[in-house]
């Protein structure tokens, strides 16, 4: 059976209509601090203590009382005696008296009676005591208490997604689990009689499943839990029967290959059959125009074209926004962006009135960053492997020239 995509549908309106159905995942989960990295954070974090906790050495040096030395000076040195010393992670010793010091490392608390350090370059040790030939302001060279963060401070709104700083900031804060959302669970598979996991195979002719791994690391990136779920043939019967029997355990299918329009594409018969009311097949997009969507039992099925760059741009403008706002982030379709000059011409000759992806190089040594265009068939396997991010011309657009400003639009990951 042949058939025909009848009308493409607006790239802006098919990500939307397909937002609209998505909502947040809602499942918490505790995690240790350590293993909260790149989770999202499933109620606001208040910090429990104050950081530093005490007042605290910036310099290695000894801890004065300031009043000690009001009156210091290269002609009339102070000698104060020295009493102890204060080390990190250990409790300050007792009380400093008029006339002491204590020997302290940077990161130790002040001892009680000490209002300043003196750096160690500035004394010179005599026996017990030190002599100083310069006074000090009150606080100088001391970090107050809570002057990082205070005891009460909203550290992270929930939706935050946790970076290694944060987590390593909660655990300074005595935090040592964090609520976070559970990570949507995302589907892959490969359609097609052709597909080999096995090397071997793909020497004697078949095709290697590369695509998955690419998929199943791209959805890491973007937060998301991967389930790989290998490689179904070109049946349709076959690949309802699957969709029908994994999706309960999903947040979202994502599914390669099997979407144009011959008898072999499985991937777009199958969604077609099982939900035609919420069926998008056919994207105002350049490479990615065959890809499309639906929902089975209200989970997003999102299927990619099987060709390479086809593939990565219907993930970037379909899966990734869902995917973003399943974890309460904004649902745009790149991960950051950045201005470059566009370096060589780009001539649009096809999909005029289609959004059409241009992936580049990015130089962000040159100033101003530039970029360069990596053009070739959307088949070509190493257009992502030597591009950075992508460009866009705009619909009606018939080429970007030469020197023109443009955003560069990054992925998670490649």
């Keep these: 059976m042949y058939r025909r995509i009848t009308q493409f549908t607006d790239i802006w309106d098919a990500q939307r209509t397909l937002l609209e159905g998505v909502g947040p995942v809602r499942e918490?989960?505790?995690?240790?601090?350590?293993?909260?990295?790149g989770r999202v954070?499933?109620?606001?974090?208040?910090?429990?203590?104050?950081?530093?906790?005490?007042?605290?050495?910036?310099?290695?040096?000894?801890?004065?009382?300031?009043?000690?030395?009001?009156?210091?000076?290269?002609?009339?040195?102070v000698r104060l005696r020295v009493v102890g010393e204060s080390l990190p992670g250990r409790p300050s010793p007792a009380?400093?008296?008029?006339?002491?010091?204590?020997?302290?490392?940077?990161?130790?608390?002040?001892?009680?009676g000490a209002d300043a350090v003196v750096p160690q370059e500035f004394v010179s040790r005599e026996g017990s005591e030190v002599v100083v030939s310069a006074s000090v302001?009150?606080?100088?060279?001391?970090?107050?208490?809570?002057?990082?963060?205070?005891?009460?401070?909203?550290?992270?709104?929930?939706?935050?997604?946790?970076?290694?700083?944060?987590?390593?900031?909660?655990?300074?804060?005595?935090?040592?689990?964090?609520?976070?959302?559970?990570?949507?669970?995302?589907?892959?598979?490969?359609?097609?009689?052709?597909?080999?996991?096995s090397f071997e195979e793909a020497r004697r002719g078949r095709?290697?499943?590369?695509?998955?791994?690419?998929?199943?690391?791209?959805?890491?990136a973007a937060g998301g839990e991967p389930v790989y779920l290998g490689i179904v043939p070109d049946d349709v019967e076959t690949y309802k029967e699957f969709v029908s029997r994994n999706i309960g355990s999903l947040d979202m299918l994502l599914s390669i290959a099997g979407s144009s329009i011959s008898e072999k594409d499985v991937s777009s018969l199958s969604a077609g059959f099982m939900n035609r009311?919420?069926?998008?097949?056919?994207?105002?997009?350049?490479?990615?125009?065959?890809?499309?969507?639906?929902?089975?039992r209200g989970k997003p099925w999102i299927f990619l074209p099987g060709l390479v760059m086809s593939t990565l741009n219907v993930f970037m403008f379909l899966a990734y926004p869902a995917l973003r706002k399943m974890q309460y982030m904004e649902p745009r379709f790149y991960w950051r962006r950045s201005k470059a000059i566009l370096s060589g011409n780009v001539y649009f000759r096809k999909y005029i009135d289609f959004v059409k992806v241009v992936w580049v190089r990015v130089d962000e040594e040159s100033d101003p960053p530039r970029c360069y265009p990596i053009l070739g068939e959307s088949s070509g396997l190493s257009i992502p492997s030597r591009s950075d991010g992508f460009i866009l011309g705009e619909p009606g657009v018939k080429?970007?020239?030469?020197?023109?400003?443009?955003?560069?639009?990054?992925?998670?990951?490649?």
Aim: hydrophobic fraction near 40%; aromatic fraction near 10%.
């Design 95 to 112: 009380k400093l008296k008029p006339g002491e010091a204590v020997r302290i490392l940077t990161g130790a608390y002040l001892p009680e």
């Design 277 to 296: 009311s919420q069926y998008v097949h056919g994207l105002k997009l350049q490479p990615g125009r065959i890809g499309g969507f639906t929902f089975v």
């Design 137 to 197: 302001k009150p606080w100088e060279y001391v970090d107050l208490r809570g002057f990082d963060v205070r005891k009460g401070q909203l550290l992270f709104g929930a939706g935050h997604r946790v970076k290694a700083a944060d987590a390593s900031l909660m655990a300074a804060l005595g935090i040592e689990h964090v609520s976070v959302l559970r990570r949507p669970r995302v589907g892959v598979v490969a359609v097609g009689d052709e597909l080999t996991e």
């Design 399 to 414: 080429q970007l020239e030469s020197g023109t400003q443009v955003y560069v639009h990054y992925p998670p990951a490649l």
């Design 41 to 77: 954070v499933a109620e606001p974090v208040y910090s429990p203590a104050d950081l530093p906790a005490e007042h605290a050495s910036h310099m290695d040096g000894f801890a004065v009382n300031s009043k000690d030395l009001e009156n210091a000076s290269p002609e009339n040195p």
């Design 207 to 220: 095709v290697l499943n590369t695509h998955s791994r690419f998929t199943v690391r791209l959805v890491e």
């Design 28 to 37: 918490r989960e505790y995690v240790h601090v350590f293993e909260s990295y």
